[in-house]
Each structure stands twice: as structure tokens, then as C-alpha cells.
């Protein structure tokens, strides 16, 4: 078991519960006043809201390439058999794409140390920053399934030994996310509260949970509460627009069921000043793929 104190205990025996954040939302001192990539109103909507959006933050020449890469490793017959490759649950359609910032990828790679993401992740969380994940999220057209409700900090607590919340996703949309398509769902404020879920982890959960997680998810009464208090905000917005949201927001998409992709890339920066120690459900570390232990700090460009 994880000698560290668990501060966010989670998959226990009912009831569900929430207790209280005990991490700063911004950790940075912004009384010191020294200019910074954020507006005060950012950092402020921020710390309230728990997220930030950036509409078209890249230029249509810039998402035009990333499309294209995009393209290119979903339709890749090595990337097909690929352990990074997560399916759908009911098709074979591809459903994410893991680990898309290593080295055999230079697009993503580059796209993960951008100045207009990192300059941004490191204020807020004021330390320098590695890349715990990153993902593409194909969602395709008609058959796209939905990732229910969840706090990703909760699995990252308990699966993969993250200490504290102080990390960042952030959501580069690679094509426009509309009403129809299953954009991303967040519930304003629900970063200040963590959801003690019930049901213990089961073994390998990755291997189930990536396609359609059933652990680790709010109940109804939880989520009718947060709902409640922050409603719902959908990031809609054209390809190229990013949003960052802490790594407690409650969050989740619908299916997509029109015929139009939403396809997203995520890259989750966690501060060196919090590497995952070992899970705190007990079970074994998640492969290197889904949650890493290589400490490379990002250097932006
Ligand atoms: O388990 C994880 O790390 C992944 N699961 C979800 C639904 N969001 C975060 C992350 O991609
Ligand atoms: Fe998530």
C-alpha cells in the first residue's frame, strides 16, 4: 500500500462522498504582481471556474498539419496494432491514440512543448512541468461513444499515485466541436470538491476503463449536486481552440452520433513538484503509456 498519506482516499464502500480540495487551484503567487501569459480576470475565472478557454489559439495553416498527422496515424496499419491504440467498445473504429507527444511523433511532440500551452500550465501551476499523459481523442462520426462523467485526478490519484492536484489538462480541438458532435463537457466550481467514488479498482482496470469507465465515476446524487451549484458548459468552438481544466473538473462528453469527427488532442502537464508516487488503490503502476514516470521537463518553444 502507498506509505504516503492519502489525503483523497476514493473507491471505498458506500456512501460516496465529497471532501473538501486541499490544494491551491493557482499555485502561483499572483499578489507578487510579475507579468504573466494570463490576465488577472484569467487567472481569476480560472481559479473560480476551474477552466480556461482560447478560441482558435492556432491558426487554420497550423490545424491544417495537425489534421493531417492526425489522418495519417489513424489510417497507419503499424499504429493499428499498437498498444497505444485504445478501440471503440463497439466498433473497431479507433477511439484514442495514447502517448501521442513521444518521440516517434514529431507533430505532437512539438504541438506539447508550444509556448502558448506551456507558458501558460507553468504560471498557474508555478513550477516547471512534465507530460503525465496525452492522448488523441478521434471521437468519430456516427458511432462515437461517450466518456461518461469523471474527475481525471481521481483515476490518476488511485491508478497512478498522483499526490496532489497540480496538474493541467489542456484540449487542443483538431476539428470544430459543435452542439451535434459530443464536444467536452465541464461543470463550472466542480474542481473544488473531490468525489470519494465507491467500488474498488478492479485489476488492469486501463483495460476496460479506457473504452468505457464504469469505476471511478460520480453517482447521481453527487453529480445532480455539482450540477447544481456550476450547471454545464460545452466547449464548443472551431478546430484549433484549446481549453485547460484542472485536473479535479468534472467533466465528460455525449456520443456522437452526427456525422462529423470530434477529435481532440490532450496533453495533461503535471508539476515536477508532484511525480506520482505508488497507486493508492494498491494495484500495480499503469503502463508508461497512460501515465508516465519519466520525468522529461518540458521546455517550451
Ligand atoms: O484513465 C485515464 O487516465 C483516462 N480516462 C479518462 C476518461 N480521462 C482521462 C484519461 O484519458
Ligand atoms: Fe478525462
Known sequence: MNAAVDVYPSRVAAPAGFLPRKDPVVYRDVRLGQPGPLTESEIAFYEENGFLRFESLFSAEEVAGFQEELLRLRDSEEMKRAQEVILEPQSDEIRSIFAVHKNNNVVFRRLAQDRRIVDRVSFLLDSPVYIHQSRINYKPGIHGKEFFWHSDFETWHMEDGMPRMRAISCSISLSENNE????????????????????????????????????????????NWLVDRGGIVSAKGPAGSVTFFECN????????????????????????????????????????YIASREVDVVKPL
Not at 467514488?197 to 471511478?216: D, F
Request: aromatic share 10%; glycine share 8%; hydrophobic share 30%.
Open 180 to 223: 451535434f458532435n459530443g464536444p467536452l463537457m465541464l461543470i463550472p466550481g466542480s474542481h473544488r470538491h473531490f468525489l470519494s467514488c465507491v467500488g474498488e479498482t478492479p485489476e488492469n482496470h486501463y483495460e476496460q476503463s479506457l473504452r468505457e469507465q464504469e469505476y471511478g465515476v460520480p453517482d447521481s446524487e453527487s453529480l
Open 249 to 288: 473538473m468534472m467533466h465528460g462528453s455525449n456520443s456522437n452520433i452526427a456525422p462529423w469527427p470530434r477529435s481532440n488532442v490532450f496533453y495533461v502537464y503535471n508539476s515536477v513538484e508532484n511525480v506520482l508516487t505508488k497507486p493508492f488503490c494498491g494495484l500495480a503502476p499503469r503502463p508508461e
